[in-house]
C-alpha cells in the first residue's frame, strides 16, 4: 500500500525558512517523478516544484530563487526546502508523484506565513 507522510510545516515570519519532507513507502518513489504541491484558502491546489528520479527540477514562476526541491532515493524521502517566505506562500502543502493519483494524497503540511 502507497502511503505518503508531509512533515516539517509550522508558523513562520515573512523572510524566514522552512523544510518539508514527504516519506513515501511503497514502490511510489522509485520510478515516479515527484512532487510538492499546496493548496492555499480558496484556491485549488497546484503543483510548485517537481523533481525527477534522476534529479531535473522544475519550479512554477512565484518560488523560483526561493524553494528548492530534493530526494533522497535511498531513503525513499523528497524534500522542499522554502526560504524567504512570504505570505501568499500560505497553503497546506502535499507531496505526490508528478503527475499525482488521487489515491495518493496525503493529510499535507500545514504551512502559515504570517507576523
Known amino acids: 500500500q502507497v502511503q505518503l507522510v508531509e512533515s516539517g510545516g509550522g508558523l513562520v515570519q515573512p523572510g524566514g525558512s522552512l523544510r518539508l519532507s514527504c516519506a513515501a513507502s511503497g514502490s511510489i518513489f522509485g520510478r515516479n517523478a515527484m512532487g510538492w504541491f499546496r493548496q492555499g484558502p480558496g484556491k485549488q491546489r497546484e503543483l510548485v516544484a517537481a523533481?525527477?528520479?534522476?534529479?531535473?527540477?522544475r519550479y512554477i514562476d512565484s518560488v523560483k530563487g526561493r524553494f528548492t526541491i530534493s530526494r533522497d532515493n535511498a531513503k525513499n524521502t523528497v524534500y522542499l526546502q522554502m526560504n524567504s517566505l512570504k505570505p501568499e506562500d500560505t497553503a497546506v502543502y502535499y507531496c505526490?508523484?508528478?503527475?499525482?493519483?488521487?489515491?495518493?494524497w496525503g493529510q499535507g503540511t500545514q504551512v502559515t506565513v504570517s507576523s
Open positions: 523533481v525527477t528520479r534522476g534529479g531535473n527540477t
Open positions: 505526490n508523484r508528478d503527475p499525482p493519483l488521487n489515491a495518493f
